[in-house]
């Protein structure tokens, strides 16, 4: 079993539609990051979380420590939200990455 | 301001080279980490360096990856005796701010041919 299980793998959705990607882990944690990755290849870091809920725009990101969870979640999507989302958790030596959440985002 | 900068941005080498990659970090940031995405593969932690702190390097894979950082700044990652299973983009980010978030490079992609 992988330390950070993402969810779902693929997803596409209609432009405006309300999105939630998934991210359990099974490791004891002092933080976890949602990093966007676009086409091009390039990393850009979201949000680190280490309890509660972060805003930045139309992004919303929570997390339950007790529960080993966190979401991302992305309101009124549009097509340029299209990426690869990657949680990653660990402290601040080291990360442990999910396998990302492609996310398709149509007109 | 400047962001993480990497060079360089590709590289090709034959089996058996040995290689170096540059990572430039954002300015005043303390934390520099190395990691590697290997072609439909998740990123993989490698080093972590810390100010003047002996460097963390739990995640190189084999004795023939190093890194260092000089000045608490610049930082080299090598590969000697480059194998095939090597290609991959190098990523270097770094860290130092209120946010936590560390700051990803452009990353170098490596082809070991």
């Known amino acids: 079993k992988n330390e950070v299980e993402q969810s779902p793998q693929n997803l596409t959705a209609q432009e405006g539609e309300f999105i939630t990607i998934n991210c359990s882990y099974s490791?004891?944690?002092?933080?976890l990051h949602w990093l966007q990755q676009h086409p091009g290849g390039g990393i850009v870091s979201l949000f680190m979380?280490?309890?509660g809920k972060k805003k930045h725009g139309r992004l919303i990101a929570t997390i339950n420590i007790q529960e080993k969870h966190s979401s991302l979640h992305i309101t009124a999507s549009h097509p340029r939200d299209s990426a690869v989302y990657i949680c990653?958790?660990?402290?601040?030596?080291?990360?442990?990455f999910g396998s990302g959440t492609q996310l398709t985002v149509l007109p | 301001g400047a962001g993480v900068s990497q060079s360089p941005s590709n590289k090709v080498t034959e089996k058996g080279k040995d290689v170096e990659l540059r990572c430039d970090p954002i300015?005043?940031?303390?934390?520099l980490y190395w990691y590697r995405q290997s072609l439909g593969q998740g990123l993989e932690f490698l080093i972590y360096?810390?100010?003047?702190?002996?460097?963390?390097k739990s995640g190189l894979p084999s004795d023939r990856f190093s890194a260092e950082r000089t000045g608490g700044s610049v930082s080299t990652l090598t590969i000697q005796r480059t194998q095939q299973e090597d290609s991959a983009v190098y990523l270097c980010?770094?860290?130092?701010?209120?946010?936590?978030?560390?700051?990803f490079g452009p990353g170098t992609r490596l082809t070991v041919l």
């Open positions: 980010a770094s860290s130092g701010d209120r946010s936590g978030r560390q700051y």
């Open positions: 360096f810390q100010g003047n702190s002996a460097p963390d």
């Open positions: 979380l280490s309890s």
């Open positions: 300015s005043g940031h303390t934390a």
């Open positions: 490791v004891g944690i002092s933080a």
């Open positions: 990653a958790v660990g402290s601040a030596r080291q990360l442990t």
